[in-house]
């Protein structure tokens, strides 16, 4: 097939008039009949490596796929653009019929989660139809150093040997070296099928904050975003604390999301969601793997998320349609402390692996310079310097060499016993004579009263970022104690630098886009209420019409009819010959 002829088949299919990335090496591989194991970013049109694919190909692409709310999200996407596609579900009340059409050649994607493929009764009925391609999404659950290991995808390569003249497309946004070698190895992909699309989201500003207030953090997140977003809270009791707070404080639409609601609840809200413009979801990790929303503008973390692995998929949730969206991490020294106290409880074998992701994720918090860098270098990147589009990139820390402080106050850990808290330690490093210090005769100790008051200031950071890099640990009863690195700082082999909120009082550079409407046209705003009332009828998410980057070229080129319109980005035929003559008709008002 000839260039031209692949670009018209983009077209047509998804309105767009070029491949984005490596999406044209992937599907000419896939065209080809050749296994890949693709590695893109989120955002980066993942889906559409296989979609467009299984429109070309004579037979069905069958799609395994972790949850079912991701395979009815692609469903309806793929749909609207005229792809022939079922999913077989315990949710889908339509199975025989899917069955039927599946056999009959009428399918171009059948989605399936990984437990159902695993089964010998879908190997039969697989047996029973014409196969183009094999699509394993979120393909690092396959491994297990991956972040999001599930045993299930482990039995998908028996299956995919039954049937070893059809091409595998492994999918996944966050793969690191060792990651991507394993799946390679799980499904069965040769190692030149390896394509590393890279890891960076440009349109992603990264933003890391110590969490002192984080309901008014949060509200002045909300108020600087108008846009959908989602705030990860790490328990269930914290995810409806947060949501009831931030609805009072707020005034916006926010909503709970955990496993521990009721299931229709639970559903209710989550369709209410994909449905919104601008609602926030509090919710958590397990809600987003499943949500194929392009339009989140925002995704904060109200504490740690597990690894920087799982940070880079979870924040990847925000500006899917590359547009300008946040990454707000809200970060304490006990989040820390409790991820390290439950390294105990991870089998041995594994927790080598999980204290260095952990000890990745206090390097990404503590550092002073550029955390888009810091990130990139972690998947295997090269990056620039700094970025221009993070915290520190745009309103430089100040960094201080505050390694002799913290022998200070790791010695006075030590000579108190190793069972004292923050505050008593301080005490003693202050010279304070209360009631307490007396009494246990720590006013009689070499590191009484060593700290002067400028150095002071520096200890709540300091032990902040000792408790992040391990070098401080909690003891059973709330004191501190020495770990990790300690011995070595305390004999002066290991450095501590921590970063220092900028002193000038000025606040971190914001969007000055102005959202979704950045011109405050008010042609888009009225293309955005027919998109609006179209989903409305349709029972549709507005996004699966069109995104508002589709939005604002109309508004900006204004076609007159159905041919200029089907020059604009993102609209393909189908969906020109269901909308078009409608939203002409808004545009010819202005």
């Not at 991956?146 to 996944?172: E, I, K, N, S």
């Not at 060499?401 to 190793?418: C, M, W």
Request: with cysteine; proline share 5%; glycine share 8%.
């Amino acid at each position: 097939m000839t260039r031209d002829a692949l670009l018209e088949h983009l077209h047509s299919t998804f309105g767009f008039s070029a491949f984005r990335g490596v999406q044209e090496q992937v599907v000419g591989r896939v065209l080809a009949g050749q296994s890949t194991l693709a590695v893109m970013p989120t955002g980066a049109g993942k889906s559409l490596t296989y979609q467009l694919p299984a429109v070309m190909l004579p037979g069905t692409c069958v799609v395994i796929s972790p949850l079912i709310a991701l395979m009815h999200d692609q469903l309806r996407a793929a749909s609207a653009n005229g792809i022939r596609a079922a999913s077989l579900t315990s949710a889908d009340l339509d199975r025989e019929a899917t069955i039927d059409r599946f056999r009959a050649g009428e399918l171009d994607l059948l989605y399936v989660a990984p437990e159902r493929a695993s089964q010998p009764h879908f190997r039969e009925l697989l047996g029973k139809a014409d196969l183009s391609l094999f699509a394993i999404d979120e393909a690092h659950c396959v491994s297990e150093w991956g972040h999001d290991f599930r045993p299930d995808y482990r039995a998908l390569r028996p299956l995919m040997d039954a049937f070893a003249d059809v091409p595998r497309l492994a999918l996944t946004a966050t793969a690191d070296a060792h990651t991507r070698a394993d799946v390679l190895a799980q499904l069965g992909i040769p190692t030149d099928g390896l394509i590393v699309a890279g890891f960076d989201r440009p349109n992603i500003r990264y933003a890391i904050r110590h969490r002192d207030s984080p309901v008014q953090q949060l509200k002045s997140l909300m108020a600087e975003q108008p846009g959908p977003g989602i705030v990860y809270a790490p328990t269930r009791r914290k995810v409806e604390e947060l949501a009831e707070k931030l609805a009072a404080a707020t005034g916006r639409a926010v909503l709970p999301y955990h496993a521990g609601l009721d299931p229709a609840v639970r559903a209710a809200n989550q369709a209410a969601f994909v449905a919104s413009e601008d609602m926030v979801m509090v919710a958590t990790v397990a809600f987003g793997m499943g949500i194929d929303k392009p339009d989140v503008r925002f995704v904060a973390h109200a504490g740690i998320p597990k690894s920087i692995e799982g940070y880079y998929q979870e924040t990847g949730r925000a500006g899917r349609d590359g547009d300008a969206a946040l990454a707000l991490m809200l970060w304490a020294a006990e989040d820390f402390a409790r991820a390290r106290m439950r390294l105990a409880e991870v089998e041995e074998a594994r927790r080598e692996g999980e204290r260095a992701r952990l000890d990745a994720l206090a390097a990404l918090v503590e550092t002073a310079g550029c955390r888009r860098a810091l990130l990139l270098r972690h998947f295997g990147e090269d990056p620039p310097q700094a970025c221009g589009n993070c915290d520190n990139c745009l309103d430089a820390p100040g960094v201080h060499d505050a390694t002799e402080l913290a022998r200070k106050l790791l010695s006075a850990v030590y000579r108190t016993g190793q069972t004292y808290g923050f505050g008593h330690v301080e005490k003693v490093l202050t010279g304070s004579s209360d009631e307490r210090v007396l009494a246990r005769g720590h006013d009689q100790l070499s590191v009484f009263g060593i700290v002067g008051a400028e150095e002071a200031a520096l200890l709540k950071p300091l032990v902040r970022a000792l408790q992040a890099r391990g070098a401080l640990v909690p003891t059973e009863h709330g004191g501190l104690a020495l770990g990790g690195d300690a011995r070595s700082i305390l004999k002066g082999d290991a450095a501590v630098l921590v970063a220092l909120p900028p002193r000038t009082g000025r606040k971190a550079r914001r969007d000055k886009s102005g959202g979704s409407n950045p011109v405050g046209n008010p042609l888009f705003e009225a293309l955005r209420a027919l998109r609006r009332d179209l989903a409305a009828e349709a029972g549709i998410p507005p996004y699966v019409i069109f995104h508002d980057a589709t939005l604002r070229e109309m508004a900006l080129a204004r076609p007159a009819n159905l041919a200029q319109l089907g020059e604009i980005g993102g609209v393909g035929a189908r969906k020109l010959a269901a909308y078009g003559e409608a939203f002409l008709a808004v545009i010819r008002q202005y």
